[in-house]
């Protein structure tokens, strides 16, 4: 089961998981361009609605029998400094990213535990360990992502229920594009946004150009991921770029930590 399957990283990782034999169940907010396939259904869902959350994961092991795999992919950006971010921008991104993972995991664990197996897999970020200007509430959704399946993991695995945190750095996908918000700019911010992005411009020009890993190749891994049965990891960097920029980020938390002089050496 993959949410947010229509577009993008959802997108490729159905259509992989199809061309690797699995029956798949994507969901999508509203209508879709997926190609009809024989093991493909395709469900309408709106990951922010408790409710919806729970008869759609119905739906789906009435209609295959189980769930051994739900895969949180639905999710979005927002670029806005933390000032700038009005209570719908926080509401809406902090419903889709984060709660509606907690939502589809907390429907889909009572099936997995029956079963006796199942992987939930989150498509979390290496934003997810760091943070950027602009990005506080995209990551701060992330953050809490992480802290929420981090716990989950050593609640399930008892009932043999594995959990997956994906981290990709940067996709060559539309996520910066028509998959990106943002808050109603500020004055003040304008020269941080130009330094950071090239434009003072919101929404953004559209970027002719793009670069960082391909969706096939984060589809690919997820579905290594999944296949590798006695692989224990609860993270998993995805990218050339997504080690090193993990590793930067532990190093600023560390070295800001250790301006306390009873922080330990090593």
Do not use: C
Not at 158 to 177: K, Y
Not at 227 to 244: C, H, K, Y
């Amino acid at each position: 089961m993959i949410t947010g399957g229509n577009r993008g990283l959802g997108r490729s990782l159905t259509l992989a998981a199809l061309d690797a034999g699995h029956a798949v169940v994507a969901t999508a907010r509203g209508e879709h361009t997926l190609p009809a396939h024989e093991r493909l259904t395709v469900l309408t869902l709106d990951v922010r609605d408790h409710a919806q959350a729970h008869r759609t994961v119905a739906s789906a092991v009435d209609h295959l029998g189980r769930i051994d795999v739900l895969v949180n992919n639905a999710g979005y950006g927002l670029i806005g400094a933390v000032e700038e971010a009005s209570e719908e921008d926080a509401r809406s991104i902090v419903d889709t990213n984060l709660l509606g993972p907690l939502w589809l995991s907390q429907a889909v664990i009572p099936v997995m535990r029956e079963q006796g197996h199942g992987h939930i897999v989150q498509v979390s970020t290496v934003g997810a360990v760091g943070t950027m200007p602009m990005l506080g509430l995209y990551n701060a959704t992330k953050w809490g992502l992480e802290a929420l399946s981090e716990a989950m993991a050593g609640e399930v695995s008892r009932f043999g229920i594995r959990v997956s945190l994906v981290e990709p750095g940067e996709l060559d996908t539309d996520w910066a594009g028509s998959s990106m918000a943002f808050s109603a700019p500020l004055g003040p911010y304008d020269g941080l946004r130009s330094e950071m992005f090239g434009t003072a411009e919101v929404p953004w020009p559209p970027v002719e150009t793009s670069s960082g890993t391909a969706p096939g190749e984060v589809a690919d891994a997820i579905l290594a991921r999944v296949a590798a049965q006695d692989d224990r990891r609860l993270r998993v960097l995805v990218g050339d770029d997504s080690p090193a920029q993990v590793r930067a980020a532990l190093d600023l938390r560390l070295a800001d930590y250790a301006l306390d002089p009873r922080f330990p050496s090593s």
